[in-house]
């Protein structure tokens, strides 16, 4: 009987018995080809044609007519130009001196814009998740949010009017013993109006994106840096902003994707001749240029120079961020 048992226990017994399956080694299902997966989610990339179709129409085919920065176009004649010219109106407008005076005017404007426009909505919705009050957050979230939905017209019009001889702020200037000051008629003035302006109406907006990435913070991480004896500030600071770095990365890249283009609506409403030095950027220098005096092959040819540094602005920050801090757009 012992001698059977032994037997029965013996390795070779073990060999004839059946292998478990290793649950690491176990068979992946197929991956599924982008055909079977039209077939299967049909619907939901049906949702896709209209932006797709809008992109294409509205963003790549007008890309065909950059032609006619290399082209003589005259109005009424073909649409891709009359004659090649090659880089001639490219050297005209990088031998014109007003070219770049209007460049140094686009740079200016849009660092300003970007150095105080950017972190702006950061530091209001850092200050808005302290608040602890439902009413007085969703009141101060309320009124911040106005602003951006009014029409730029409507900006540029209570602009002026604030700003006017007669306006508000000289009524102020006034009071104060101080001299009434032409702020629209003064080159020196454009940029703080106009960077001050901007601030006012994007920073309520701008903080919406913010405060859904303070959501996703876990409070465990609040909660440890308490009971290391963190102050608020410092739990602002090495819970809160790393919690959002990933966002305000991938916004400080679209960011500066859009720095040459700076806002041509409003600074069309609020800038004249007087404040030309000052206010004139590339956007109205090509309105007056192509639209006004018909030279669409010279406004062509700025407009392709914009997009292209304006390019390579977005695929630098892009490798930058990728490399400091590890989040990018691709």
């Known amino acids: 009987m012992s001698t059977t048992r032994a037997i029965d226990a013996s390795p070779d017994t073990g060999d004839r018995r059946r292998a478990r399956p290793d649950p690491a080694r176990a068979r992946r299902p197929p991956r599924r080809t982008w055909r079977q997966a039209l077939r299967r989610d049909w619907q939901l990339y049906s949702l896709a044609i209209l932006p797709l179709l809008f992109f294409v129409i509205f963003r790549y085919l007008p890309m065909i007519g950059n032609v006619i920065a290399f ?45 105080f426009c950017f972190p702006t909505p950061i530091v209001l919705a850092l200050l808005i998740n302290e608040l602890r009050g439902r009413k007085i957050k969703r009141f101060v979230q309320s009124v911040s949010y106005l602003p951006h939905f009014l029409s730029m017209v409507i900006v540029a019009g209570l602009v002026m009017e604030m700003l006017s001889v007669d306006g508000p702020v000289n009524q102020l200037l006034r009071a104060a013993g101080s001299e009434p000051i032409a702020f629209l008629q003064e080159a020196g003035w454009f940029r703080t109006i106009y960077v001050s302006s901007e601030m006012w109406q994007t920073v309520g907006w701008g903080t919406i994106i913010y405060l859904a990435a303070l959501t996703t913070i876990d409070e465990q991480l609040y909660e440890a840096a308490r009971i290391d004896g963190a102050s608020r500030w410092r739990q602002v600071w090495h819970v809160t902003l790393p919690g959002i770095r990933p966002t305000a990365m991938t916004l400080l890249i679209l960011n500066i994707g859009t720095f040459m283009a700076v806002g041509f609506e409003k600074i069309l409403l609020l800038y004249n001749p007087l404040t ?16 006004v005096s018909n030279s669409f092959s010279y406004a062509a040819a700025i407009g392709l120079f914009e997009a292209v540094i304006g390019l390579a602005l977005v695929m630098s920050a892009n490798l930058i961020s990728r490399r400091t801090v590890g989040t990018s757009l691709w």
């Open 71 to 115: 082209r003589k176009f005259q109005p009424g004649g073909s649409v891709l130009g009359e004659e090649w010219v090659g880089l001639r109106y490219v050297k005209m407008f990088l031998n014109d001196p007003s070219f770049w005076q209007v460049f140094t005017n686009t740079v200016v404007i849009g660092a300003l814009t970007l150095l």
């Open 276 to 291: 030309y030095p000052t206010a004139d950027v590339i956007s109205t220098y090509l309105y007056r240029m192509g639209i």
